[in-house]
């Protein structure tokens, strides 16, 4: 027996994935299918044009039932009782699919749509000054929050990414008594509200007097709020790093921090960077830390320690909701610029995890 | 290796790397401990003025003598809304998950596994603008005619016939922010049902259903539960998003989801900083900060122990 397994062929990826025997279909069961749908779709239609529902209603309380009788009865005829129960699933998952699909759809096309009426260069570059929310789109800009944004966020990475990465070689490499426990306590600072972060350095750090509501202090809440992301991606990448590449090091005389600095972190590379990268796209977007700790400012601020100061997603906050359309489009002139920022990061990530590991 | 490195004869350079290392690992306890012995010096001074009376009633009155604060309406608003945007977001979140890994082609299921990373990256923020401007609009005609319809179920009451800042929306759009968090543990949770067991279950002839039931929806029940858990702590912590859709009411609004008005704990604290007039107001907000952070800590807690629990088992 043992014999016949060491002869067999290597295990291969694909051989390890789910399976889907089911995918496979009879020409009857395509015909029963074409049917069971093409018939709520025109019950669908019918309804649309003849009634005044809104679209959503009918989709839900009308075609989603209808649906679900005609994949029954296909999936009836096709493979009797169990038929039944395979199709409704389909339906519930193609319908929980296309309703997310939806969703993010909207919300792109709305951000895109209503957001590039805002941008021209000087939405861009210049700041809020003299602008009131009634002033027109031609004066007055995002430049101040964008350079507020870039400020906070920098000054977090700096303050985070240190811990970040420490917490992660301490559960990889040192590999102390306490790892369970890190592990533990990182994964509970993940579920900390963004709002509790702000309330936390706005008491101790600005209501003791020990800084201003600035940049700083705001750095201070997002660098709270980033933190586990690091830690948590870092130990991920950290323990992709060959054992091979630290025995080999250590073989050749290095001392275990020698192998930590020169050959893990280096070998990580890429990944630690996505790390920082999926630190920094978790907060770009946090408003409530930043309406406790750095409040509002209309002009440009590039002192950390000193004034209050705006950045996009409090831009986007104060002008929601006002009586006065440029207003508004100067908030989703905002979003969109966010949005711009979290795709690049989205996409460097994509890009950096899709190469392979080295070493 | 690790004998060398904790013995007296390892090199200083080591030791002094190693000692490092492990204090700058326990800045997330100190950070915990940090907020809770903080926030929680503020709250207590508020409950002994207060009393019990904070958590268990409504008032909220800043200019009487002395003034009364009750957040038991927030509290509770913060539990329904999460209690809806869980009723959405699990059964859409558990199909988009089992279509991912049972049944889309490849191409179709990295499609997805990308759309719903890109749905978690968007800021709440941005969310709640988009909420405000297109969600919000047609679905007051969508709550109208579930009252018309279905008024006669509680549930559905309505009889204000305001269907603006309802925990409904609020829970919805709860769900659109829980939706990609549960759906992506739950597919990386089923990605792991052995292939051994899916081909035993389909040489005895069972059905796609029979499979998930019996197969692998038990393989991944820890897993699941422990990532609906953590989408919860989201909901329950969420502020922006909330603050454009809800209705910020101090009463109760025990079960009339399509009813102008509830809470939210995160939302209060946010909404009422801007006008707070004086440090005692500042110290309500932040012992409402309190109790929040202890709701989602006890959560997440739980949620991060059956995850691990599951691991365990696998293993």
């Known amino acids: 027996m043992t014999i016949l397994l060491a002869e067999s062929p290597p295990i291969r990826e694909e051989d390890l994935a789910p399976q889907r025997p089911w995918s496979k279909r009879s020409a009857s069961f395509w015909v029963a299918a074409f049917l069971g749908s093409i018939v709520p779709l025109a019950i669908l239609g019918g309804l649309f044009i003849l009634t005044e529902l809104p679209a959503a209603v009918l989709l839900i309380a009308f075609y989603l039932p209808l649906q679900l009788i005609g994949a029954g009865l296909a999936g009836y005829s096709a493979k009797g009782k169990h038929g039944v129960a395979d199709s409704s699933i389909i339906v519930f998952a193609i319908g929980a699919t296309a309703l997310s699909a939806i969703v993010l759809g909207s919300m792109l096309l709305t951000i895109i749509v209503r957001g590039i009426a805002a941008f021209r260069p000087s939405f861009i570059f210049q700041n809020n000054v003299y602008i009131s929310p009634s002033t027109p789109l031609e004066y007055g800009g995002i430049g101040h929050a964008i350079l507020g944004t870039f400020l906070i966020v920098g000054i977090a990475t700096l303050i985070s990414v240190p811990f970040g990465i420490a917490t992660a070689v301490y559960v990889t490499e040192v590999r102390g008594r306490a790892v369970p426990y890190v592990r533990f306590f990182v994964q509970a600072m993940s579920g900390v509200p963004s709002v509790v972060a702000g309330l936390f350095v706005l008491t101790v750090f600005i209501l003791t007097g020990v800084l201003n509501t600035s940049a700083m202090a705001a750095a201070i809440a997002y660098a709270i709020l980033m933190l586990p992301t690091v830690a948590r991606t870092a130990e991920e990448v950290l323990r992709l790093v060959p054992e091979d590449l630290r025995t080999g090091a250590l073989a050749l005389g290095s001392t275990r921090s020698r192998v930590v600095l020169n050959v893990v972190i280096p070998a990580a590379r890429t990944g630690i960077i996505t790390a920082i990268l999926l630190g920094i796209a978790r907060v770009v977007g946090e408003t409530a830390p930043l309406l406790l700790t750095a409040l509002k400012n209309d002009q440009t601020v590039l002192n950390p320690f000193s004034d209050p100061i705006s950045a996009l997603p409090t831009f986007i906050f104060d002008n929601v909701a006002q009586p006065f359309p440029d207003a508004v489009t100067r908030a989703w002139g905002a979003a969109l610029a966010l949005m711009i920022i979290v795709a690049i990061l989205f996409t460097i990530t994509r890009f950096l995890s899709a190469r392979k590991p080295r070493g | ?315």
């Open chain 2, 1 to 315: 290796m690790r004998d060398l490195t904790k013995s007296k004869k390892a090199n200083r350079g080591d030791r002094i790397f190693n000692r490092t290392i492990t204090g700058a690992a326990f800045t997330s306890l100190i950070l915990l401990a940090g907020i809770t012995l903080f926030l929680g010096s503020k709250a207590i001074p508020v409950l002994q003025d207060q009393g019990l009376i904070f958590l268990t009633t409504t008032i909220w009155d800043t200019i009487g003598v002395p003034p009364e604060y009750g957040i038991a309406g927030m509290l509770y608003g913060s539990l329904l809304l999460a209690v809806i945007a869980l009723v959405i977001a699990v059964p859409i979140s558990l199909f988009l998950a089992v279509f991912m890994v049972f049944m889309a082609p490849p191409r179709v299921a990295k499609f997805l596994t990308n759309l719903v990373d890109l749905m978690a990256a968007i800021p709440s923020v941005i969310i709640g603008l988009w909420a405000f401007y297109v969600l919000v609009p047609p679905s007051l005609e969508w709550q109208q005619l579930l009252n018309q319809y279905l008024g006669w179920i509680p549930l559905f009451q309505n009889e204000s016939g305001n269907f603006t800042g309802t925990p409904f929306i609020a829970g919805a759009v709860l769900a659109i922010m829980m939706i990609p968090i549960v759906t992506s543990i739950t597919a990386e949770v089923l990605k792991r049902t052995p292939p051994e067991l899916i081909n035993a279950a389909e040489s005895l002839g069972c059905s796609m259903f029979t499979m998930l039931r019996y197969v692998a929806l038990p393989f991944g029940r820890g897993g699941i539960v422990g990532g609906i858990m953590l989408g919860l702590g989201r909901a329950l912590g969420e502020t922006i998003a909330v603050f454009f859709v809800l209705k910020l009411v101090f009463d109760i609004n025990v079960y009339q989801i399509i009813e102008s008005g509830g809470g939210s704990v995160a939302t209060l604290i946010v909404s009422k900083f801007g006008e707070t007039s004086g440090e005692a107001e500042v110290n309500v907000l932040l012992a409402s900060g309190f109790f929040l952070f202890l709701m989602t800590l006890v959560v997440n807690a739980i949620a991060n122990l059956i995850v691990a629990r599951t691991d365990r088992l696998k293993t």
